[in-house]
């Protein structure tokens, strides 16, 4: 995350209020539609994607990317993990993966899609290669758009969002994605006590309203994988290796919670799911890139966790 000013970039990694973190709003917001009525119609090799396999926004992308198969029709760049003084780079790495058009940092990309362009510079951004502009960079819009856009000229099959549960998913993504994909940052970049201790608190109620809910079944919505679980997953992959410790979300691990425990191991060994989990990217990026909590840079060699271990919910297809 970074910031552009009048053309100068600003190394700012969040913004607070009354000492509470604070998410802005994506700016660009357009939409791949099947039939292009929105200007951007579906068409393999059209459209490219840039992510972060540290940012769990970015890594849900990915993940639907890989479920729809959409990698021969939707190009990919991985950013390094490290963000620095000029923010997401190119830099050479391992998991690195080029911007195609030669930039070398991510805001280079902003400003060829809009040069006059001010604000946040983040991942994921679904870009057109053909108008030469950024379609979104608004990750849930990108992971719905990749979910059915391309149905019509040759995604895989898979709906995660069928009309029949699509108002419990919405319900299920609004209280996920406020109280957990976003809780942990909110408790992370905290900056004073009572805005850290009401996140934390409020994260918990969520984590023990879903092991309750995932002790009863197999997937978050209904018998089938659906957003919702991309959605939590990317967050709760990353929980014990980097939030319970280094955004002090301390109060339980994942592994604590048998059903919730035993759900994300579910998840992650699912082949359309485990290739994009690097955790050399995840623990790379949050301990050497918020120096205002890691001075030091330093990344702990733990923890040690078994994702391969058996889970209860094994015996039946991931789909249902």
Request: a neutral charge.
């Amino acid at each position: 995350m970074g910031l552009l000013v009048n053309g100068t970039w600003q190394d700012r990694w969040y913004e607070t209020r009354d000492g509470r973190f604070e998410r802005q709003e994506s700016h660009f917001r357009n939409r791949i539609t099947p039939g292009g009525e929105t200007g951007f119609p579906a068409q393999a090799g059209r459209y490219h994607l840039y992510v972060s396999l540290a940012c769990p926004w970015a890594h849900r992308t990915l993940i639907m990317r890989r479920l729809k198969g959409l990698e021969s029709m939707i190009g990919l760049s991985v950013v390094h993990w490290h963000m620095g003084e000029q923010g997401w780079s190119f830099a050479d790495g391992p998991g690195v993966i080029p911007d195609p058009m030669g930039a070398a940092f991510m805001h280079e990309v902003y400003v060829r899609a809009e040069p006059s362009y001010t604000g946040r510079v983040t991942v994921p951004v679904l870009y057109d290669r053909t108008r030469n502009t950024i379609v979104s960079n608004e990750s849930a819009e990108i992971l719905r758009m990749l979910g059915s856009a391309f149905d019509t000229v040759g995604a895989d099959a898979g709906d995660y969002t069928p009309a029949s549960h699509l108002a419990e998913i919405d319900a299920v993504n609004t209280r996920v994605y406020d109280t957990v994909n976003n809780g942990v940052y909110k408790a992370g970049f905290a900056t004073t006590q009572p805005a850290y201790e009401d996140a934390v608190r409020t994260l918990f109620i969520s984590l023990d309203w879903l092991e309750k809910r995932l002790s009863r079944q197999k997937f978050l919505v209904s018998d089938t994988l659906t957003e919702s679980d991309i959605r939590l997953f990317t967050t709760l992959v990353r929980f014990d290796p980097v939030y319970h410790g280094h955004f002090k979300c301390n109060v339980r691990r994942i592994a604590d919670y048998p059903a919730l425990w035993d759900y994300t191991r579910f998840l992650y060994q699912h082949s359309g799911i485990r290739e994009t989990v690097n955790f050399q990217h995840i623990k790379g990026h949050y301990y050497q890139s918020h120096p205002t909590i890691n001075p030091n840079g330093i990344v702990p060699l733990g923890p040690i966790l078994d994702w391969d271990a058996p889970t209860r919910r094994q015996g039946d297809a991931l789909h249902g």
